[in-house]
């Protein structure tokens, strides 16, 4: 076995030997390159530039600002707007990037090798949510690198990048602060020329229906209920100014206009007698107790004294009747049974014959009477008369305020819910204004810390420097590689030689031959 092995080993050695001037010459064409590429191969220097988001000097619960998005959200947004075309443009005309690239690459092209070149790396640390209380990864800081051939060039362009990333970060505040604030004061004078126009609205609307908001409602009907008290004292008035006038008329009927002597004869006892009975005829049936005997007793009088119906009777019984009914009417309708009983009894003494002459009427009712008595009841009459007539007159007027109240009542629920309709819209846009307001004015307090550089913004730590060594390539580790190289190829087209060589060397090459 240990001879076998020895064998083997000799024969790799032998042809080593045999094949060295090759292996050499490989190996040595391929170390060679290596060490040109590693000779040759562009260097690439890196400059980098720590950023730091720094949080706002004032505590966020006395002074919150506008600008709330994620920090990485923003750097990434400013990101965009950096190496925008136009930005990266002017860079690279500013410091002459990519010369020799100019006449074989595009624009476009140009432009994306630039943002290639431009790295974006974020910092993160582990801290506590503030509004949820739980562990979470923020972004802390940011580093930006810029990587090209020339240290010098590589420093500016890496300070260029970072200067417009801090720019860009105070414009977008402030201009996110700006734009808060307008667009909240534009809301708010909105909002104040809507609560104007509701505000009209609701003192026209009240002055349209002055008599029937909502508030007055208990007051109307305070005013109706009155009203109505009001009407049924004058209807109780009314009532006993008629019964106190046909009393009065009773009383007249017995006296005598001319003449002093208030004795009462069969005559006059017949007059009132038949006054009596129109009055009783006029409440109650023909077979009523009280109409029998006082229509026996009148029959008993005019056959004692023979005296019938006179004009001038029959004038004042009109009169006494024609008062009472027109008294029964404001209570009643013309269908009630009274009225139509009534009516009745005026009809049939106004269609019975007079047996007094003419004549006679005529000077009964031309004579001013000279009976103290009967003069001082007949002005109690017509002062019971003038005081019913000033009492209907305020009744009607009564009346008609009663309907006007029970107008305002009747409207009352419609004009309310347009009322609460007004009302709610204007409590809306009020409430909607004072939150508007409040929100504008923080979002003063908000660009005035923005314009102070008070509020969260980006803060240099570490400014890109001047690259002493460059990142790319790592020649040992070129040269290294192109040593290993070189050695595999060498002895691998020599074990390939010898495997298709057939010459014979030595007695294992015969024994193999044979």
């Known amino acids: 076995m240990m001879e076998e092995q020895a064998t083997e080993f000799k024969d790799y050695l032998d042809a080593f030997k045999r094949r060295r001037f090759s292996i050499l010459g490989i190996a040595s064409v391929i ?3 290596g060490l040109l590429a590693a000779a040759l191969w562009p260097p690439t220097y890196r400059s980098s530039a720590t950023i730091l988001i720094k949080e706002q000097d004032i505590p966020p619960e006395l002074v919150r600002s506008t600008v709330t998005s994620y920090a990485s959200q923003r750097i990434q947004a400013i990101s965009q707007m950096v190496m925008a075309r136009s930005n ?14 100019r006449d074989r690459l595009t624009t476009e092209e140009i432009i994306e090798e630039m943002r290639d070149n431009i790295d ?26 810029f990587s090209g051939e020339r240290p010098g060039q590589v420093q500016k362009v890496a300070n260029e990048l970072t200067s417009l990333y801090l720019k860009e970060n105070l414009k977008e505040r402030s201009e996110k602060a700006s734009e808060t604030y307008n ?7 909105r909002l104040s020329r809507e609560i104007d126009d509701l505000e009209q609205k609701l003192a026209t609307f009240k002055e349209q229906h002055v008599n029937e908001l909502p508030e007055l409602r208990q007051l109307n009907q305070t005013l109706m209920d009155r009203t109505e008290r009001e009407l049924s004292d004058i209807d109780s008035q009314i009532r006993s100014l008629e019964e106190r006038k046909i009393y009065l008329g009773g009383q007249l009927a017995q006296l005598k206009p001319f003449g002093a002597d208030v004795s009462v004869d069969p005559k006059t006892r017949l007059q009132a007698l038949r006054t009596e009975y129109l009055r009783l005829i006029a409440r109650y049936s023909e077979d009523h107790p009280d109409v029998i005997r006082t229509r026996r007793e009148i029959e008993a009088l005019e056959a004692e004294t023979g005296s019938v119906d006179t004009a001038a009777e029959r004038m004042k019984q009109l009169e006494a009747l024609k008062s009472e009914l027109a008294s029964l009417r404001k209570k009643y309708s013309p269908q009630h049974p009274d009225v139509i009983k009534l009516q009745r009894q005026i009809d049939s003494l106004q269609n019975a014959p007079i047996q007094e002459s003419p004549g006679e009427l005529a000077s009964a009712a031309s004579d001013n009477p000279d009976n103290p008595a009967y003069i001082s009841l007949q002005s109690q009459v017509e002062a019971a008369n003038a005081e019913i007539r000033s009492l209907r007159k305020k009744k009607e007027e ?59 913004r980006f803060e240099l730590i570490e400014p890109a420097i001047l690259p002493e ?6 020649r040992p580790a070129i040269i290294f590689l192109s040593l290993v190289l070189a050695l595999g190829a060498g002895i691998g087209y020599a074990a390939i030689a010898e495997s298709m060589d057939d010459a014979v060397r030595g007695g294992k090459s015969l024994v193999s031959a044979v």
């Open 120 to 145: 974006l790396q974020m910092i993160d640390a582990d801290v506590v949510d503030p509004r949820s209380g739980r562990p979470t990864t923020a972004t802390i800081a940011f580093r930006l690198s």
């Open 31 to 33: 170390f060679l390159l």
């Open 398 to 456: 009564l009346r008609a305020r009663l309907r006007d109240y029970e107008t305002r009542l009747i409207q009352t629920p419609q004009v309310e819910r347009e009322y609460l309709a007004l009302n709610r819209d204007l409590q809306n846009a009020t409430a909607k204004y004072q939150e508007i307001r409040a929100k504008q004015m923080e979002a003063q307090v908000s660009q005035q810390l923005e314009k102070e550089r008070k509020g969260e």
């Open 88 to 101: 990266l443009l002017e860079i690279i005309d500013k410091y002459g990037l990519y010369k020799d690239d």
């Open 183 to 189: 667009f909240l004061t534009a809301e708010s004078e």
């Open 469 to 474: 060594e460059p990142v790319s390539p790592n």
